[in-house]
């Protein structure tokens, strides 16, 4: 089958490490389902394991890519769940300590097929078209656990969202929007700014500026460089939530600031396949869709991973197979 994978790890310039060509076909295995895909999407992930973050050489060659969504051998049109918990883990598959991403452990989904455990596929349904069912499994998913389950945020609440243009940044602003949270977000790009306030975010301002009132919530994947902001726009008793560090993973914290304010500190990573399924529902309820920046064929995915490493992008960077 065709693929793109991770050939070697480069932490410093990781497209050297990207490979597009020939892979074998996943083999069969017991309770496993092999899903032809029609669209995968790009995620900072993607980049890490070009790296070398989270992935070592005895594990290489490996297809990458987290998102996927395609047709599995009984003819169902399916969205991939990329978090593979182990056999006997019952309950929140992203507490079972064995758990990895596919990719991490097991081919990804930037190919022609994918094998996944049977309970790892949810229905896609045909309102949703190939390209944003795609968008949903990791970027989408960790948007929704970090809002609705981690915040602790209610509809109303002021949210502050750092990063504008990312992946997660944009799914964070379109759900809050349509879940009836008040929406602002950071970016250091005066074109994001407007692209996130036309996504409907309430308010946009630059990366690290005084905001006009202190926040319920702010969602947290840019890391060190946003850090001592995120902790400094929060109300009493308010609440950050983590799940990135594109910025850099090491952060000082004025411990005084948290003690003192009440505040939350909460980690949060993807997504369980139940809260996926309620995503794929709430898009359908609000007629909420993934923002998608840019389609190509999967061939032309070493352009795909330029933007994204570049961070020339607004949304997700989707890569397709023909039928
Ligand atoms: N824990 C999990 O399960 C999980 C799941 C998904 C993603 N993540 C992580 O979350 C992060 C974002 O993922 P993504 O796919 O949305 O990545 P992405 O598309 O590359 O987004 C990067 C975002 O970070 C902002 N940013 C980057 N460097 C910055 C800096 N120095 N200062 C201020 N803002 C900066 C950008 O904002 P502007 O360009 O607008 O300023 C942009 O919104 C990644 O680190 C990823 O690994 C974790």
Redesign the pocket.
Known sequence: MFAAYAARLSADDPLSALELGERPDPARREGWVTVRLRAAAL???DL?SLRGVGLGEEQLPIVLGCDGAGVDEDGNDVIVHAVIGSDDFRGDETMDPKRSLLSERHDGTLADLVTVPRRNLVAKPTELSWAEAACLP??WL?AYRMLFTQSGAQPGATVLV????????TALVALGRAAGYRMWV????GQ?RDRAVELGADAAFE?GARLPERVDAVME???A??WDHSLKSLNQGGTVVV?????GAEAVSDLRRIFFLQLRIVG???GTRDELQRLVQFCLQTGVRPVVDASMPLEDAREGFAK?AG?D?FGKVVLTRAA
Do not use: F
């Open positions: 995620n900072h992930h890490w990791t970027a960790t750092q990063g504008a243009g990312g992946g997660v940044s950071t970016s250091r790009d994001k990366s994947t840019v890391g460089a946003t799940s990135g560090a594109t910025g949060s990573t993807m994204l961070g992008v």
